[in-house]
């Protein structure tokens, strides 16, 4: 984390960073308001749409001391038991699944990475601009899926965001950085034992 901070202790990231969530850092490179942002396929589309012009590139996340990281994750076509529609809802998920249907909407629409290695396969996906994408899959990790996870990803924001408003108002002390993240982590934990 000391290392994200010191991003804008050195000049690198402005403080107004500070304050942004996704939704804001994913604005402001669209807007080119700042030079780069962490993002994925899915905001290309955003970008084809309110900024076409944008002259960007997409690399891989970048190497820490130990090794690349990256997340893997994604939505999931799911049908309820209490579902009156079961059979439609069955073939509309065949019918989204399709090869050539998956390929087009997440190569033409959405952007987003195909869910089978024969769509993934397709030349839409060779471009320079999946090349990245691909590239990171292969050492990316998804976390379980969890009730929780929702409390728990707004536990580590708050920690983060209390980090960098500290360091951006004066207030960040030496040892400050370790205390937002042990309050977090003991949230984080308190959330994983309701996990039922």
């Known amino acids: 984390m000391n290392w994200y901070v010191d991003l804008v202790r050195n000049g690198l990231a402005s403080k107004s960073c500070a304050e942004y969530n996704q939704p804001d850092a994913d604005a402001a490179f669209i807007n080119g ?17 309110d900024n076409p012009e944008l002259n960007y590139g997409v ?31 069955k073939a509309w998920i065949k019918f989204l699944l399709r090869n050539d249907n998956l ?7 959405t952007y987003m990475l195909p869910a089978t290695v024969e769509a993934f396969d397709d030349p839409a996906f060779a471009t320079e601009m999946y090349k990245p994408f ?21 536990d580590i924001t708050v920690a983060f965001k209390a980090i ?4 951006v108002t004066g207030r ?25």
């Open 33 to 49: 308001n700042v030079s780069m942002a962490f993002m994925g396929p899915w905001n290309i589309a955003n970008i084809q749409h």
């Open 59 to 89: 690399v891989e996340p970048p190497k820490g001391p130990k090794a690349r990281a990256a997340f893997s994750g994604g939505s999931n076509l799911a049908i309820l038991a209490s579902s009156r529609a079961e059979e439609d809802a």
């Open 103 to 109: 390929v087009s909407y997440t190569s033409e629409l």
């Open 134 to 154: 691909k590239t990171a899959l292969e050492y990316a990790t998804a976390y379980p899926p969890l009730g929780v996870w929702g409390t728990m990803e707004n």
């Open 164 to 167: 960098f408003t500290d360091y």
């Open 172 to 196: 960040l002390g030496t040892d400050d950085v370790k205390k937002h993240l042990d309050d977090a982590a003991q949230r984080v934990d308190a959330a994983l034992k309701t996990e039922k």
